[in-house]
């Protein structure tokens, strides 16, 4: 909280200015920060979008993380990415330039960038620049990535450099000076940077500091990473320091960096796209980096963006115009909050916060942020037991109080974006188990699968990556789907196998341990259509021990349904045991398995991911590998309108052991956002635990999906 009440003095007494008045003097202290940035590939997501900061950690969305530029009035493509900001020399006067691009026309589909100036940060004027029509022989002209803006004060003019690729040649960073009015380039595009493996580099980014130019930028071809090269001259001479900089092993791009206000310290942050997040390290010298993720918090997903330092002035501009008193309460960063979750009503006042099992409502202090020219009351704890709790918000575009409630749930049961759940209960360790599909990623892109664990299905510890496709599989990078688990107890203890998806074919990684290490056993398990299948994908294993026999099954299909006993190795299939049972017309993937009084219960998703309709039907058959039967009411879970709880499907149950009590674990679109996300909720799922009953007959009985979820569980 240090930083609250010193960035509030910093700024009372400056909402007037937010009225719309020009930019302040150059001498005037920054002490905010403004990040713009995109949010993703589809239409909707690239377009430019705004969010503050009183301290360069903290991040909230403006305009409700709404493009505050419309793409289609200032591109070519009707899209923009990559977004970069710069102060002018003025002080004043501010310079953006943007990939102009639409990313579903293909990845060589863009042929420039847009230029874009203000001078209150509210208002641009733009000018579109398509480099084939622009220049003369860029007939093999591919590509214009990741433009940028520099002052250079030898030549009196700003520089705007960029990535362009022509053929089959290499991405290379190329630079020219903007025009007087910032609506040109003058002259042709000449090379910045000759790279010495002449590998691609895109994403430039340039730091000025003590008389040097330093030039982030990403590599590809030869190796993928941020590197660095340093020249005494902006327009030439770099030389490459040859190192990656980012602090992760992970796919990194969207170099941005930005200077503190009050310190000589730096932040260096980097899009980590296939883990869908952004990473921030702090750095003195350029050279060393420090993570510093766990001191950063955004209430939004940004993809390549770049961060300006900012006045409490120009800051105050910025909410009086398009922060809403909603949008100041949503910034809460108290960590028992469900941020994922939260439901805002701008128009009605109202804003509703999900807390975290455990968390104690009677004197609860959600930690608001606080922005330039902008104060929140109440302040401190309050007492949400007794209803909602009425906050006066001044300063911001609207003046309206705001209706705030809070109620604890156990649904979603993991925080963030994961799918397709697999639970086990370990005899090993007396604990359970949830291994999901990591998403949050467009098209179903993830790398990597995690393991949570828990001593009652309730409270969930995230163990960290267990199997990651980019280290520890050698016959697949992409597309880490659904995957399942088994323990075997053997003479020399237990052993676990875990079933996963990836490039559409199936895999098996063993481990002592449920949160392994796993290792991969270097090829897949299937990666061919059963005999008789007509079409589908090799996915959504389902594995299953049959307390009856002692034998183990896998199942598993898109479009059909296939099942096959295990040898005792747990990595390979019985010959000759294989078979197509498709229980009927309803079927699309996700099948699972249950054995109860004397009854296999086989159970499968209907429609497709994406569709809000996703849901769970099931059958019953008398062996495991028998026909199934398949009655007329037979759902087990599907959407709640009412309570806007839609897509919920791909399960798995488990069984408290030694007790008929089982519970249904799947997934569902993200709550309240998901439905409005269109086909891009089926990658934004959460996985969610309610209860499971039988009737007397041994139907199942529906189960209607909650917020609550359920109550802790003790196994004895």
Known sequence: MKYYFGFLLLVLGLIQSAAGKPGPPAKEK????????????????????????????????????????????????????????LRGADGKTFYMVATDMVSAKGWDSNRGMVLMKSTDLLNWKSSAINFQKRYPGQDDLKRVWAPQTIYDAQAGKYLVYFSLKHGTDPDKIYYAYANKDFTDLEGEPKQLFISPTNGSCIDGDIVAKDGKFYLFFKTEGKGNGIK??????????YVLRDQYVQQTTDPVEGAGTFKLNNSNDYILMYDVYTKGRYQFTRTSDLQNFKVVDSEVSMNFHPRHGTVLPITAQEGARLAARWLAPV????SARNPAIRSQNTVADSAGGKLAFLAKPGTSLKAFD???????????????????????????????????????????THNPALTGYYADPAILYAEKTGKFYLYPTSDGFTGWSGTYFKAFSSPDLVNWKDEGVILDLGKDVSWAKKNAWAPCIIEQKTANGYKYAYYFCAEGKIGVALSDSPT??????????????????????????????????????????????AGAELNDDLISLKPGTTQLMTPDGTFREGSHVLYRNGTYYFMWSENDTRDPDYRVR???????????????????????????????????TIQVPGRDEWY?????????????????AGY?????????????????????PTHAGIQPVRVK
């Not at 020249?231 to 030439?236: F, Q």
């Not at 495991?624 to 499907?649: E, F, H, M, R």
């Not at 934004?684 to 039988?694: A, N, Q, Y």
């Open 30 to 85: 920054t002490s905010a920060y403004l990040f713009v940035y995109f949010t993703g590939n589809d239409l909707k997501e690239e377009a430019i979008r705004f969010a503050l900061s009183p301290d360069g950690y903290h991040y909230t969305a403006l305009n409700g993380n709404r493009p505050v530029i419309s793409s289609a009035a200032i591109s070519e493509t009707g899209g923009v990415r990559d977004p970069h900001i």
């Open 228 to 237: 660095i090269a340093v020249s005494d001259k902006l327009t030439g001479g």
């Open 327 to 330: 949008d100041v309460l949503r």
């Open 366 to 408: 959600p930690t608001f942020s606080t922005f330039a020219g902008v104060a929140v009351q109440p302040t401190g704890p309050q007492d949400f037991t007794k209803g909602p709790v009425r906050y006066n918000v001044s300063g911001t575009s609207q003046k309206q109080p705001v209706s705030v409630s809070m109620a604890e």
């Open 516 to 561: 392994g290490p796993f290792v991969d056993t270097g090829k897949p398990l299937i990666d061919t259509r059963p005999e008789g299948a007509k079409g589908g994908q090799q996915i959504d294993p389902a594995v299953f021990h049959d307390p009856k026999t002692g034998k183990n099954y896998l199942y598993w299909g898109n479009s059909y349904m």
């Open 618 to 652: 099931y059958g019953t058959a008398a062996t495991p590998l028998g026909k199934i039967t398949v009655s007329a009411n037979n759902l087990v879970v599907s959407k709640d309108a009412a309570a806007g709880l839609y897509g919920t499907g791909h399960n798995s």
């Open 664 to 680: 249904l674990v799947y997934h569902r679109f993200t709550y309240p956002e998901g439905l409005g996300m269109g086909r891009a």
């Open 684 to 704: 934004h799922r959460e996985v969610c635990i309610d209860k499971l009953e039988f009737n007397a007959d041994g139907s199942i009985k529906p189960v209607t």
